[in-house]
């Protein structure tokens, strides 16, 4: 079954270590998304990529980085610069940028130890 | 500025009660899409609707229904005799299609956590 994967699903961020989320799908899809997701509050674009090798910073990027090298692969680096990385992270994608709905994956939880 | 409103943050029914959700909007684009996505407690969003800015028309799927009022920027969700199986977060959502910096995002509302008991 085509599908987004994520992994792994909970995360452990010790003070000042950069960690990788992994987001995979099998779609066929040109746009990929990462949001965050903070309790009470709804999802927030975190980085898109309407392309392979392209992406652009979302409405938080700061503390985050992504790289696009394979079109079924946009992994997501939360740096020890995100002061507040503790979240729930969602990767989403689409057939191209701009088509709707968005797929998503079942997630990967981040906690700081 | 929040344009997507969900001002019910958690909303507890005994099975069988129907439930409404509201979900208020603001944008000032003419052409956008409205959604609603359910979260089950496996955190995964699962597409429920889409509705664009040009078509009112209500829609009834199985138990689902929803209304959609420009007039008042609202995309009200109900679900008909609940379920325990209903019981997650449901999520009003927006996308702009007028603007090249919006055109693609989905702007989220907060989430109204459904809990359906038996």
């Known amino acids: 079954d085509g599908g987004i994967t994520q992994s792994p699903k909970y995360l452990f961020r010790k003070e000042g270590q950069n960690v990788t989320l992994s987001c995979e799908q099998n779609l066929n899809h040109d746009a990929m998304y990462w949001y965050r997701q903070d309790p009470g509050q709804g999802l927030r674009l975190i980085y898109y990529s309407q392309i392979v090798n392209d992406f652009q910073k979302g409405d938080i990027a700061e503390g985050y980085s992504v790289s696009r090298e394979k079109k079924e692969s946009f992994p997501l680096t939360v740096t020890s610069a995100q002061k507040n990385p503790t979240a729930f992270y969602l990767c989403?994608?689409?057939?191209?940028?701009?088509?709707?709905?968005?797929?998503f994956g079942d997630g990967t939880r981040l906690s700081i130890l | 500025a929040q344009k997507v409103t969900q001002a019910q943050t958690e909303i507890s029914v005994v099975e069988k009660e129907d439930v409404t959700l509201d979900c208020v909007y603001e944008?000032?684009?003419?052409?956008?899409?409205l959604f609603w996505y359910k979260q089950p407690p496996s955190g995964e969003l699962v597409f429920l609707i889409r509705?664009?800015?040009?078509?009112?028309q209500n829609e009834i799927s199985g138990r689902y229904s929803w209304n959609f009022q420009k007039s008042t920027s609202s995309f009200n969700f109900t679900i008909t005799a609940s379920q325990v199986v209903d019981s997650a977060v449901y999520f009003c959502?927006?996308?702009?299609?007028?603007?090249?910096?919006?055109?693609?995002?989905?702007?989220f509302g907060a989430g109204t956590q459904v809990v359906v008991t038996p």
């Open positions: 509705r664009n800015s040009f078509d009112e």
């Open positions: 944008t000032r684009d003419t052409t956008y899409y």
């Open positions: 989403a994608s689409s057939i191209y940028w701009g088509d709707q709905p968005q797929h």
């Open positions: 959502a927006l996308s702009e299609v007028g603007t090249t910096d919006s055109w693609g995002k989905l702007q």
